[in-house]
């Protein structure tokens, strides 16, 4: 596989300060509940960034808001990265391991002057916002604290009020970052307001931890969520503030429903949970993730050919992604049809265990490939494998099929299995004995058209009466291939049904 350097003069602007040597990017996610798609594909090109261009791909687990983490939630997004086959060249770093890094560079800011205490309680600060709403005014915080003295604040601290520290911003100053997709963007300051880089508990807010982990990790494409542009304004200020260079930044439009709306919890797919239990490959799932938002001449491509394919130097900027489902399932398909059916046996039996635990023998691999090589090629999902064979597994409603079947079909039956039994009294002890092997499926099938041609039942009407009674549907698969997979004696049984 070849690789890509940087080409610099591309992705940069010669206003930008970033000189970075290598690329770095990091996938950062916070562990507050499960991956979903937007996560997932935030994860993909970032690995396929770092991928393309020799970088490193670093995993930072974004847990520093202990109220909102979620148990497993890391554990997931380990398993979730290796499922997908994302592999990270460093970390997992977890930023709850990492509050002395803030801390040493929160003092350094202090030193500098560019934060102050605010003891402001949220209950005055949301009744100050309400009012600046009410008054047609952009709330930002008012600054009552950066006007105290400095014998107000020890008494303030003598009498052990909570305080949490905000960067005073330069609300005369512009903010310029660099967009891969955007360009350079440039954002007046002048409504934003002293963000805050600490909780009242002294632990360190996502903008503050987010960006000393950038600078330290020497991050140097930062790809993540469109819904970030504003933190990353605020960021600029602290890459300024710490004197050090401004990465690039990608920022991911946001993916949605077909109706344009933001992809939630109600739209099937949102979380890559949904998808692995209907069975998406993963190799699927980061293909279609990886070329939406852009076009490709081969849309069916590995994560190595997407590294190779997709052009980072020029990105067009969108304002929304659309996901399509059936899309996806397209390309699932098509990596469904890359596989042989033994590499589908192990990919299919959960599918089927879970559906006929009682049915599906644990070991037995022979009956199962028999089985997926019959319906692979059909197969969307790994999940449809089980109605797919559900015929083998379940018999059909013979009450129904009784009651439905064309009565000349249901003659000829009748007719079929007396003959077998009057005129061949030995192949009738088979049958008992539950061993029709003197038949092969084509000569019983042979046998049965034979009779159809000689009680003029059309074609149109015997096949699917036939297919009926084998599955309890009337398309479907070839009907040798049916006898074939359910075995001569299941077939005489099921035939037999219809008349009993
Ligand atoms: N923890 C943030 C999130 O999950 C990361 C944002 C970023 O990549 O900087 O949205």
Known sequence: ?????????????????????????RFAP????????????????????ALKYQGTFVLRIEDTDAERNFDVGAKQILADLEWLNLKFQEGPYFQSQRANYYQTALEQLIQKKLVYRCFCSNLELERKRELQIAMH??????????????????????????????FAVDQAAQAKFYDLAKGELEFELKHFSDFPLTRQDQSFTFIFANLVDDILMRISHVLRGDD??????????????????????WH??????????????????????????????????????????????????????????????????AGQIKYDVKKLEWVNHKWINKLTPEELVPLCRPFLAAAYPDQLSPNNNTQLLKLIKLVHTDLVTLAEIVLQTKFYFCEPDYNFIRQNLAPEVKQLIQEFLLAQNLNHTTIANTINNNNLNNYTPEQLLNCLKEQANQAKIPAKIFFPSLRLILTGQPAGLHIVDLIDTLGLAETQKRLQQVIS
């Open 1 to 25: 596989m070849s690789t890509k350097k940087l080409n610099h003069h591309n992705l940069s602007q010669p206003s930008v300060n970033a000189n970075f040597n290598e690329v770095r990017v």
């Open 228 to 249: 970030h542009l504003t933190n990353t304004v605020s960021q600029i200020l602290l890459y300024q503030a710490f004197e050090k260079p401004v990465p690039f930044f």
């Open 30 to 49: 916070s562990p507050t509940g499960l991956m979903h798609l937007g996560n997932v594909r935030t994860a993909v090109l970032n690995y396929l960034f």
């Open 137 to 166: 005014l952009a709330p930002r915080y008012d600054r009552t604290c950066a006007l105290l003295t400095a014998p107000q604040i020890q008494a303030k601290l003598d009498q052990a009020e909570k305080f949490i520290w905000r």
């Open 252 to 317: 991911l439009p946001l993916i949605c429903n077909l109706d344009g709306k933001k992809l939630s919890k109600r739209d099937f797919g949102f979380s890559l949970g949904d998808l692995q239990k209907a069975g998406f490959l993963p190799e699927a799932i980061n293909n279609y993730l990886g070329i939406i938002g852009a076009t490709f001449t081969e849309e069916i491509l590995s994560l190595s050919d997407l590294s190779q394919a997709l052009d980072f130097e020029h990105i067009h900027s």
